[in-house]
C-alpha cells in the first residue's frame, strides 16, 4: 500500500477536494483506495455521506490512530491511502508526513498562501518525506501565478507541472458527494485531477492503468 498526505496548515486550499477527487480517480483506475479524514470539520466524511457510491471509503479517524489504522488498512489489502490533513493543526501535519510515501501541499498563488506553504514544507522536510507543491485555485494567468511560480522555484521546493484552476466543477460536484471528473468528465477540471493522478503515481511509483482503460 502506498500513502499519499494532502498537508496545508492553511484553510480552504483545496485539500479535501483534491483528496477526495484523487480517491474517485484511484477508484476508477482499479485500486483500492481509502480516505483517511484526520480534519475534525470531517468535511471528507460529509462527503462520502452524501456520496450515492460505496466507494472509495472514508474514514473519520483520530490522529493519534493513524499508523495503526495505516497498518490495518495494508493489511486488509488497500491500495492507496490518502490522508486529508486538517489545517491548522502542526502536530497532525507532523504525523501526516511521517507515514506518507509522498505529500502534497495545496497553495493558492497568493502571498500568504505562500508564507503558510514555506511552513507546511520545512515540516515535511523534517520528515524527508519527498513532497511537492500543487497550485490551486489557479487564474488562467496574471502576474500572482508567474510570481507564485518563481517564489516556489526560488524555494528549491519541487513545484508540481499540474495546476488545478479555480474551476465551479470543483464546489459544485461536492454538493452531490461526487468530484469533478464525474459531473463534468470532459471539462477542464477532469483534465487537471488526470493529470495530477498520472503524476501522483508517478510519485508513488504505483502503475497507471487509467490511460489503458
Ligand atoms: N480549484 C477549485 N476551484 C474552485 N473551487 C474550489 C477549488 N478547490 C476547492 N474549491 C472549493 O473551495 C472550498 C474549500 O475547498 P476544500 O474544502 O477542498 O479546502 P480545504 O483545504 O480542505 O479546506 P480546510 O482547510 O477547511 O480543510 C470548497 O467549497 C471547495 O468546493
Ligand atoms: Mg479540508
Not at 502506498?2 to 485539500?15: C, D, E, F, W
Not at 514544507?121 to 507564485?148: I, N, Q, S, Y
Request: charged share 20%; with cysteine.
Amino acid at each position: 500500500m502506498k500513502t499519499l498526505a494532502i498537508i496545508s496548515q492553511k484553510g480552504g486550499v483545496g485539500k479535501t477536494t483534491l483528496a477526495t477527487a484523487l480517491a474517485v480517480a484511484a477508484e476508477a483506475d482499479g485500486k483500492r483506495t481509502a480516505v483517511f479524514d484526520l480534519d475534525p470539520q470531517a468535511s471528507a466524511s460529509f462527503w462520502s455521506d452524501t456520496r450515492e457510491a460505496s466507494t472509495p471509503a472514508v474514514a473519520a479517524v483520530p490522529p493519534s490512530r493513524l499508523g495503526h489504522l495505516l497498518k490495518a488498512a495494508a493489511k486488509t489489502g488497500c491500495d492507496l491511502a490518502i490522508i486529508d490533513a486538517p489545517p491548522f493543526a502542526k502536530d497532525v501535519a507532523y504525523e501526516s508526513a511521517q507515514h506518507a510515501d509522498f505529500v502534497l501541499i495545496p497553495t493558492r498563488p497568493a502571498v500568504l498562501d505562500i508564507m503558510a506553504m514555506t511552513k507546511t514544507t520545512e515540516l515535511v522536510r523534517h520528515h524527508k518525506t519527498p513532497c511537492a507543491v500543487v497550485l490551486t485555485f489557479c487564474p488562467p494567468a496574471g502576474r500572482e501565478l508567474a510570481d507564485t511560480i518563481e517564489t516556489v522555484s526560488a524555494m528549491g521546493v519541487t513545484l508540481c507541472p499540474v495546476r488545478i484552476g479555480q474551476r465551479i466543477a470543483f464546489s459544485r460536484a461536492q454538493q452531490t458527494g461526487q468530484a469533478a471528473q464525474e459531473v463534468e468528465p470532459d471539462g477542464k477540471a477532469a483534465e487537471e485531477i488526470k493529470q495530477l493522478y498520472k503524476y501522483t503515481c508517478i510519485q508513488l511509483n504505483l502503475s497507471d492503468e487509467s490511460e489503458k482503460a
